[in-house]
């Protein structure tokens, strides 16, 4: 048999190993960050839609709650423009 019969360049079905990070890493994120709401399982067999919707919602309230925690504390992020930027002590006035 000189070639194969199917079209396809890859001679398997299944993700690349990138693409299999993302959905462990997507599937890890719903688990643990769920609270203990979603079983690895239930997450797993979730329709793609469905999937995608819920961890794109739980980073948005992620998100809101570290935004709302910054602005309660009155700091801003140790994290500026992808610099860490250390506070500034010796302006402040000592007790």
């Given at each position: 048999?000189?070639?194969?019969?199917?079209?396809?360049?890859?001679?398997?079905?299944?993700?690349?190993?990138?693409?299999?990070?993302?959905?462990?890493?997507?599937?890890?994120?719903?688990?643990?960050?769920?609270n203990?709401?979603?079983?690895?399982?239930?997450?797993?067999?979730?329709?793609?839609?469905?999937?995608?919707?819920?961890?794109?919602?739980?980073?948005?309230?992620?998100?809101?709650?570290?935004?709302?925690?910054?602005?309660?504390?009155g700091?801003?992020?140790?994290?500026?423009?992808?610099?860490?930027?250390?506070?500034?002590?010796?302006?402040?006035?000592?007790?």
């Amino acid at each position: 048999m000189e070639g194969s019969i199917f079209q396809l360049e890859l001679p398997f079905f299944g993700l690349t190993p990138e693409h299999r990070a993302a959905l462990f890493n997507q599937l890890h994120d719903i688990v643990f960050h769920g609270n203990g709401g979603y079983t690895f399982e239930t997450v797993y067999t979730f329709p793609i839609w469905l999937r995608n919707f819920t961890h794109r919602s739980m980073v948005e309230w992620y998100d809101k709650q570290n935004k709302q925690q910054q602005n309660q504390s009155g700091q801003g992020s140790l994290l500026q423009n992808g610099h860490i930027s250390a506070p500034d002590y010796s302006t402040k006035a000592s007790r």
